[in-house]
């Protein structure tokens, strides 16, 4: 059955799939990444029982399971639309480097209706390598939405299948800044702590035991009477995982209300969302082989932000 150019399909849990979680049971049963299954039950697309359900709920055998998929050309069709504040930091015949402003997801995704880079840059008439999904080609690392910085993206296969295994290794050199409540102790140091789902928040990130091996490594640049300004190297790439990282170790990223911040220093820095800037990028030439690096400088709101925390006494 259609709907809209969606497949909606119904099955009963099979008995081999008792207790397991719902987003693993959807990827299995119709080939779905978890990621891929993990959006859809995000964006109410998955019902057990006639009910909606979170991706950490377990089904049981014999229940009657509801998935509408999009076709590949319904929600997470690329919008060709100029974003206004994407900067051109470096062009070749290989990649472009952006830098990205907030309120911009990096491609399409269930449920997000706003801007996309993957989107500007078709509207803009740049070529992007067409490995990977449909909607998020030539994308070989991500940024949240609310994470301002740079961001290289593969505009031939080659170039892709290159940075796509540097990324795999963790060869590029990634350097956040993340302005930061309080003072962490010691100012320099590493966090080795594996991240995961949070089983009680959609959308949300948690260190957990049977999390995925996650490693920041921190040092502070300047500590001021609320907040302590960050240098971040990261040697994995989790999904929030700096976020996460200094929410677990009760020093969130000022700003950052979905990870524990005060409130009220967030609106005393006028922020409306995380403290958290990707400022320097390095990594191999995928066709050249010369290192090369780029730099950020911090937009307007976390630069307010910090001027505001410099000048507390």
């Known amino acids: 059955m259609s709907a809209g150019g969606s497949e909606q399909r119904t099955l009963l849990v099979p008995d081999g799939l008792e207790g397991e979680r719902i987003d693993t049971a959807l990827a299995r049963l119709f080939g779905l990444s978890r990621t891929r299954a993990a959006d859809l039950i995000a964006a109410g697309q998955v019902s057990v029982d006639g009910a909606d359900v979170a991706k950490s709920d377990r089904v049981t055998a014999g229940a009657m399971l509801d998935v509408v998929i999009p076709s590949a050309a319904d929600p997470l069709e690329v919008v060709p639309e100029i974003v206004e504040g994407i900067g051109i930091v470096y062009d070749d015949d290989a990649m472009v480097v952006i830098d990205k402003p907030v309120g911009v997801a990096v491609h399409p995704s269930p449920g997000w209706t706003g801007p996309t880079v993957v989107g500007h840059l078709k509207a803009a008439g740049f070529r992007i390598s067409t490995s990977g999904a449909t909607e998020r080609e030539g994308i070989v690392q991500r940024l949240d939405v609310g994470t301002t910085g740079l961001m290289v993206i593969a505009k031939q296969e080659h170039a892709y299948s290159v940075l796509k295994q540097a990324f795999r290794d963790r060869t590029p050199r990634k350097v956040y800044h993340a302005l930061v409540q309080g003072h962490p102790d010691p100012l320099e140091g590493t966090i080795d702590a594996p991240i995961g789902r949070n089983p009680k928040y959609d959308h949300r990130f948690a260190v957990r035991a049977d999390g995925r091996s996650s490693i920041t490594h921190y040092s502070t640049l300047e500590a001021h009477r609320f907040a302590s300004?960050?240098?971040?190297?990261?040697?994995?790439?989790?999904?929030?995982?700096?976020?996460?990282?200094m929410s677990a170790t009760k020093h969130p990223c000022v700003g950052d209300l979905t990870y524990g911040a005060d409130p009220t220093l967030a609106r005393r820095t006028g922020l409306s969302r995380q403290w958290l800037h990707a400022r320097r990028l390095g990594f191999t030439h995928p066709e050249t082989g010369e290192y090369v690096e780029f730099s950020s400088p911090y937009p307007d709101d976390l630069q307010h932000a910090l001027d505001v925390i410099r000048e507390a006494h």
């Open 229 to 245: 300004l960050l240098e971040i190297h990261l040697e994995t790439g989790r999904t929030h995982q700096i976020r996460v990282h």
